[in-house]
Structures are given as C-alpha cells and as structure tokens.
C-alpha cells in the first residue's frame, strides 16, 4: 500500500483541452533569499495586456496583498524595444505591446510564510499556491495554462542532501521521474487551485473508491509510522466516499466519486496547525509530535486532532469546492467575497469531520463524545456568541475571525464551533422526529444541485426534504439570532446527559492566559466575567496577589507563577488584591473570585441510542 517514491499514476493529460497559450516557468532562483523566478510567457496578448495578482486565496477570508512579495517586473517581446509597463494599483499592471505576438514577463517572488496559505522556499523545503506566484493574464483565465516547474540545482543543496521531489495535483503534460516538469490546468481556476510542495518528502500512495490518492509528508522525524497514516486517511477518504456517494462507490456499475486523483500535502513543524482545502488536493500543517509513531498502539490525543483535520479537508472536497455558496459561483480575486453561508460549509463540516472518524473507526463512542465535548465548551466559553449570530460572523470573516484580537471572543463567535453545532442539532433534531438524519439532507443537497452552487434557501429545502416538514423556525433561531442552542434537550433525545464540571482558573476568572517561565501574561478578557469586573485588561503581566489580614493572621503577599496558584495562595478565600504590571507600572485590582462557574461535560447514559446515533450505516447509491 505504500511507497516512498514519487507518484507515477497521475491523471492523463485530458485530450479535449486545447494547447495552452499561458506558461508559467517557476524556478528556485535563491534558497537562502527565499526567491522563486517566475517567467510568464502569453502567446498571444492583448495590445494593452492586463496583469492581476490575487489579493487573497479561496478557503481563507482574509485580504493578504500578495503582491507584497513581487519584485522585480520585467517586460519584454523579441527584439523589439521593451514594452511599456505601468502598475495600476496595487496587484494591476498594465502593458503596453504588439497585440498577437509572444510577450514574456520575468520577476521574483519572495517565499518567506511557513503556512498553507501562501509560499515558502528554504534550502529543505519549497511550497506555493497559484495565488502568491501566478500572475492572470486578464481575458485569457479561462483558456489552458501550462505550469513547468524547475529543480533547484543539486548545487544549490546543502552538502549530502537528498535530491528533491515535486508534488501536485495538476495533470502532467511531460515530467521525470521526481516530478519535475510541466503541468497543465485547464484555466486559471485549477492552476490557483492547485498548490505545489517540492523538497525530499517522505510519499505514499493508497486507491480509495477507485481514486489515487497520494500524501506526502515534508519534516517528519526518523519515528513517523507512514504505514499507520496511510491507513488511517484511506478509512478516512473511504468512509467520506460512501457518505455521499453510497456503498458501491468506486465499484463497477456503482457511483463514481467527483474526483479522479488526490494528494495531501502535509508539512510537520514544531509548532502549528491548519488546512487549506482544493478541488484535487488540500495543504495541511502539524505539530512534528502528532504524527504517528512507530509502535504507537493507542492514538494520541494529537494524533487523532491531525486526523480530524485530514477528515475536514478531505470532506470540503463535496462540501465547499463543489457544494460552494452561490456568491463563490465565480471567484473574484481582487476583493472580498462575502457569503453569509460560511456556518454550514465551514461549520458542518467541522461537525462531521469528526463524526466521521467515529464512523470509519478510528475512534470510539467515547473518544467522539470527548470531541462534541470540547467543541461545546469553547461556544459556551465566547462570550461573543450572546453577540453575533453565526450568519453574521460567517458575513463577517474577513474583518473579524481573520483578524483576531483581544476582544474577539467577545465580540464575534467561530462559525466552524458553533456552525459544528448547529449541523448537531439539527442532525438529533431530525433524527429525533423520525423522517431523516442530516445526512439524507447533505447528499439531498448535493444531488438537487449537481454538486453545484447553493443558496440557504436550497439548504433550506434539503432539510424539509429529509424532515418532511420546514425547519425554517430552526434556522432563524439557531444561525439567525444569538438564542442558546437546545444542546442539552437533543442529545438527552439521543442517551447523553449534560453534566456540570467546576471550570478550570481561567474560566472561573473568565480569561485567556499564557503561561511560561514562571510568569502569567493575560491574553484575553472576557466579557462579564470576574477578571473584567476586577479591571484586567489584555498585556497585563499578573505577578502576585495580597491577602487582607483576617482576625490574628496578617496581610500577607504572594507571587504566582500560574492560575492554578490561586488556589494554594488563597484557601477557602474568594476575595483578594491582584498585583498586575501594565506599562511598567504596578496596579492594584481588586478580585472577587466568582462561585457557581461550571463547564459542561457529557455522558453516555444509554450506550444502545448513542451507538445509533453514532455507528455507521448501509447507504444506497446516490448519483455522482
């Protein structure tokens, strides 16, 4: 099932696609700069060609102004004299030449974000995203480009170091043995949308549902179980296949599954975590102790959060690629797209990423609970949830959740934690009522839509399709308003109770602290709670805390290293003096330690209706 060689089993060259007239040459010009050298040869330009630059990358809602990176922008055609080149704006360029005849245009790209949103080149690792190199080419983006990509000289390699690989999504047009060579996307969409990894990877490969599928690992250590993470994903994409397509999928005669080929692309560091999903493949990133170990029985808590992110990824390929808000019906890549939809495509599949796992058999009845758990607590930990609808914080991404802050727990909430919420309500909200489940509602969805652009109201119909009736009500008082959840009614419906736990210090207090090298640094003051009362504010460094004398004991002083002091210094105590530095001065607050603050924990009362709930189910075939 595995192997450590580069894939050879890509996806032919589609005959029916016609010669590209876009070619993008991408070379590794300086490791230790962190340049990449971009050629853009147009065959056939327009007399005053147009040049974009994306300002941001789809699946991420946030402006970046990737033209920051871009330096150095030459024009040239021929022998003639160089044509005139004029920026417009900030990512527009305008040039100047014989309309017809083949314009090349050649400039830098710095690579310096370790993330999977932009580019990064080092002399171990390189990695980019359409958006951050590839200019478009306005008027051609829907004509066939063609991306060749270079090896970095061996010499450009520290001494002793393997030789590289490259790894893509995009169809070969000609490439060696290491995947070096040219590819083609058939517009500038798939070449966007296709982001390229190279470096000496760890590969394998696995077939789910009749697909290729490859995952390369870049920053493994010597201790990472490849076997074991091959295995896993293939349940994984396995059980997400029959989830929308049936049982059969990927069996002769069966349905076959919107995708011919796919790979992971997956970056372990020491620190860090996320996912970028694409049509053919999605970008991850890990902390390097979450991989999988070499003689590792029981998985980790890490491991399997990596493995509800590979599930989120791998399931936006349906539901946010295909399935994708009518607002994102075309992509316009200069501004911000706005859709206030974000809640069911980021939010339910945050639900059933995991729920999957549970399904596939990676985890079980209580490990999933643990999960739901979690996600419960965080909503019920944001303030920011008695403010915002998730509807408007989906609206709102690009200004609020993209750009957090301090006070953005209290002013906005997650649209994937609360949207994974919502999808759970209305999944044991329906199944409760007897007619459906939230799944007869996603694959309803799906084939009412030719696996195409929705709007709320055609999620609106796919729910009373599987319900029989409208949950309209439902929708407006759970996405609409900032009204609880029936969190704890629904899941007792379905065998699990809702219990109270005393909360930890920094809920009791009501902040978000850091703790390190015997010093707590205060992050995030949350609305209402008892460290805003007592006047905390965000930057405070909280060094000690002073007792007021009571009967024969005297005033006495105390330094703390971490919240869980608290409860040492103080006793039975619940009134203190906080001693905080802010701005190099030292301020006294006083602190009433709240009663009565709890977390929610779940437990499976009766195992036989949580396991229905949970256990996967025989699915006829649907249409792919």
């Not at 992110?309 to 911000?336: C, M, Q």
């Not at 119909?461 to 029936?486: C, D, I, K, N, Q």
Request: proline content about 5%.
């Amino acid at each position: 099932m595995a192997t450590k060689s580069p894939s050879r089993r890509a996806a032919a060259t589609p005959a029916a696609v016609a010669a590209p007239g876009v070619h993008y040459r991408v070379e590794c010009a300086d490791l230790h700069a962190r340049l990449f050298e971009v050629t853009l040869t147009i065959d056939r330009p327009a007399a005053e060609q147009q040049l974009t630059l994306p300002v941001w990358i789809p699946g991420s809602y946030l402006v970046r102004e990737f033209a920051k990176n871009l330096q150095g922008l030459q024009a040239s055609q021929g022998r003639r004299k160089a044509p005139v080149l004029t920026q417009l704006d900030k990512c527009s360029w305008r040039v100047e030449c014989t309309a017809g005849q083949p314009l090349v245009l050649r400039y830098k790209v710095c690579a310096y974000d370790n993330s999977v949103r932009t580019a990064w080149l080092d002399a171990e690792r390189g990695f980019f995203n359409g958006t951050s190199l590839c200019l478009r080419v306005e008027g051609q983006t829907d004509a066939p480009h063609a991306l060749e990509i270079v090896a970095p000289a061996a010499s450009a390699l520290p001494e002793g170091a393997a030789p590289w690989s490259c790894a893509t999504a995009l169809p070969p047009l000609k490439t060696d043995r290491h995947g070096f060579g040219r590819y083609l996307a058939a517009d500038y969409d798939e070449l966007a949308d296709s982001p390229v990894e190279l470096g000496a990877f760890w590969s394998g490969e696995f077939e789910a549902g009749g697909v290729p599928h490859r995952f390369v690992v870049a920053g493994a250590a010597a201790s990472f179980d490849g076997d074991r993470l091959l295995a896993d994903t293939k349940a994984i994409c396995e059980a997400e296949m029959r989830f929308w397509h049936g049982d059969k999928v990927g069996k002769r005669g069966g349905p076959k599954p919107p995708i011919d080929r796919y790979v992971f692309m997956l970056n372990a560091v020491d620190d860090g975590y996320g996912g970028l999903e694409h049509r053919h493949s999605t970008a991850l990133i890990c902390n390097r102790r979450d991989l999988p170990q070499l003689g590792m029985k029981k998985s980790a808590d890490g491991y399997v959060t990596l493995l509800g992110l590979i599930s989120h990824e791998y399931f936006h390929t349906w539901n946010v690629k295909r399935l994708r808000p009518a607002e994102f019906a075309r992509y316009d890549y200069g501004r911000e797209n706005y859709t206030r939809l974000l809640w069911f495509f980021e939010g339910f599949t945050s639900y059933y990423d995991d729920l999957l796992l549970r399904r596939a058999e990676l985890i079980d009845d209580a490990a999933y609970l643990r999960l739901v758990n979690k996600t419960i607590n965080q909503v019920q930990q944001t303030p920011g949830r008695q403010v915002q609808s998730v509807a408007d914080a989906s609206f709102d991404a690009w200004v609020k959740y993209y750009r957090q802050d301090e006070q953005t727990p209290n002013g906005t909430v997650s649209y994937y934690t609360k949207g994974a919420l919502v999808a759970l309500c209305l999944d044991l909200k329906l199944r409760a009522e007897g007619r459906g489940t939230l799944d007869d509602a996603m694959r309803h969805l799906w084939n009412a839509s030719g696996g195409g652009p929705v709007s709320e109201a055609d999620i609106a119909a796919a729910l009373e399709a599987a319900g029989g009736r409208s949950y309209a009500a439902e929708l407006a008082a759970w996405v609409h308003s900032t009204a609880e959840l029936p969190l704890s009614e629904l899941l007792r419906l379905h065998g699990v109770a809702t219990l109270d736990d005393p909360s930890q210090p920094a809920q009791t207090l009501g902040l978000r602290v850091a703790e390190s090298g015997g010093s707590v640094q205060v992050k995030v003051v949350l609305r209402g709670g008892a460290a805003e009362k007592a006047g905390f504010a965000a930057g405070d460094e909280w060094i000690g805390i002073e007792l007021p004398a009571a009967g024969r004991k005297p005033a006495q002083g105390w330094r703390i290293g971490r919240l869980d002091d608290l409860a040492l210094y103080l006793g039975a105590g619940k009134r203190c003096t906080a001693l905080v530095a802010r701005d190099r001065k030292l301020v006294k607050l006083p602190l009433v330690l709240p009663t009565g603050v709890t977390t929610w924990r779940l437990l499976a009362q009766d195992t036989g209706r949580v396991s229905k709930w949970l256990a996967p189910v025989a699915i006829a075939a649907t249409k792919a």
